[in-house]
Nanobody, 126 residues
Framework: QLQLVESGGGLVQAGGSLELSCAASGGTFSSYEMGWFRQAPGQEREFVAAVHRSAGRTYYADSVRGRVTISTDDAKNTVYLQMNSLKPEDTGVYYC???????????????????WGQGTQVTVSS
């Protein structure tokens, strides 16, 4: 069973940057499509970014496109989320998730992801 552990969250001023990491273990990392989601207090969890490894594509939510980059390092079994020009509305708990490879990749649907990390808090002050 794949296990995911996020790190890299913290408190940052608006306009700053953070890089989140998600280390995978217990499975074949390269066999999964990977995504990042976030959840702000009192709100539902929302899609942030995903990497469709089998198609060689990346996807981003409109709210973060141009400011965020998702990448993977198979040698380290890690997926990253580089976030720049952070805004207070980016505040929330950030989760990485893994979906089985194969078939249609519904990257924005959190129900399609089989494994989740525990989350890492990102707080952006104004």
């Amino acid at each position: 069973q794949l296990q995911l552990v996020e790190s890299g969250g913290g408190l940052v001023q608006a306009g700053g940057s953070l890089e989140l990491s998600c280390a995978a273990s217990g499975g074949t990392f390269s066999s999964y499509e990977m995504g990042w989601f976030r959840q702000a207090p009192g709100q539902e969890r929302e899609f942030v970014a995903a990497v469709h490894r089998s198609a060689g594509r990346t996807y981003y939510a409109d709210s973060v496109r141009g400011r965020v980059t998702i990448s993977t390092d198979d040698a380290k079994n890690t997926v990253y989320l580089q976030m720049n020009s952070l805004k207070p509305e980016d505040t929330g708990v950030y989760y990485c998730a893994a979906a089985y490879m194969g078939g249609t990749f519904y990257y924005t649907d959190d129900h399609k992801y089989a494994y989740w990390g525990q989350g890492t808090q990102v707080t952006v002050s104004s």
